[in-house]
């Protein structure tokens, strides 16, 4: 069974940073690209940033670009997403997804970022 | 930047009923075009992608069709278990992007 568990989330004030994490299980990981997508409390869905299977290749929205950082560990499994900067507008459920087409959806994380 | 432009944002059908939903891409996505299903507090489930295939176990009430930049998804016979909001998202080209949701009730 695909699953991906997102953490890392936390209350973190403005300007601060946070790692979130997205362990994959259930299939071979390293043959999927990746994408984080994030959901405003009560808004639609924001697609973040994409990686590759090899990490070679990598896009941003521009909302995020430059203050998040996405990366990968195939030996890990794993999915990170480093933000820094972070701005109440920010504040959100994260999720972790499989492919472009969003075959897997993680089960989110949620970031809140408030003084 | 592709837009998407979903309609309608909110929508209330009697159980049975067949509901549309459209979704029109601001140019061409090579009909790389995915529906998503999302129940309150719970993730996102992909039900289409590419137009009009449907993702394993997803029931054969729901359908895709469209080209070029004009998408429509359907429910033949709405089930109560079918209230959610729908997405729709193009996968042509970096950024993807989503449609801005149809919350979808029941009479």
């Known amino acids: 069974e695909v699953q991906l568990v997102e953490s890392g989330g936390a209350l973190v004030q403005p300007g601060g940073s946070l790692r979130l994490s997205c362990a994959a299980s259930?299939?071979?990981?390293?043959?999927?690209?990746m994408n984080w997508v994030r959901q405003a409390p009560g808004k639609g869905l924001e697609w973040l940033s994409y990686i590759s299977r090899s990490g070679n290749t990598i896009y941003y929205a521009d909302s995020v670009k430059g203050r998040f950082t996405i990366s990968r560990d195939n030996a890990k499994k794993s999915l990170y997403l480093q933000m820094q900067s972070l701005r109440a507008e920010d504040s959100a459920v994260y999720y972790c997804?499989?492919?472009?087409?969003?075959?897997?959806w993680g089960q989110g994380t949620l970031v809140t970022v408030s003084s | 930047d592709i837009q998407m432009t979903q309609s309608p944002s909110s929508l209330s059908a009697s159980v049975g009923d067949r509901v549309t939903i459209t979704c029109q891409a601001s140019?061409?996505?090579?009909?790389?075009l995915n529906w998503f299903q999302q129940k309150p507090g719970k993730a996102p489930k992909l039900l289409i992608y590419?137009?009009?295939n449907l993702e394993t176990g997803v029931p054969s009430r729901f359908s895709g069709s469209g080209s070029g930049t004009d998408f429509t998804f359907t429910i033949y016979s709405l089930q109560p278990e079918d209230i959610a909001t729908y997405y729709c998202?193009?996968?042509?080209?970096?950024?993807?992007?989503f449609g801005q949701g149809t919350k979808l009730e029941i009479k």
């Open positions: 140019q061409a996505i090579n009909n790389f």
């Open positions: 997804v499989r492919r472009s087409r969003g075959d897997s």
């Open positions: 259930g299939f071979t990981f390293n043959m999927f690209d």
């Open positions: 998202q193009q996968s042509d080209s970096l950024p993807y992007t």
């Open positions: 590419d137009v009009s």
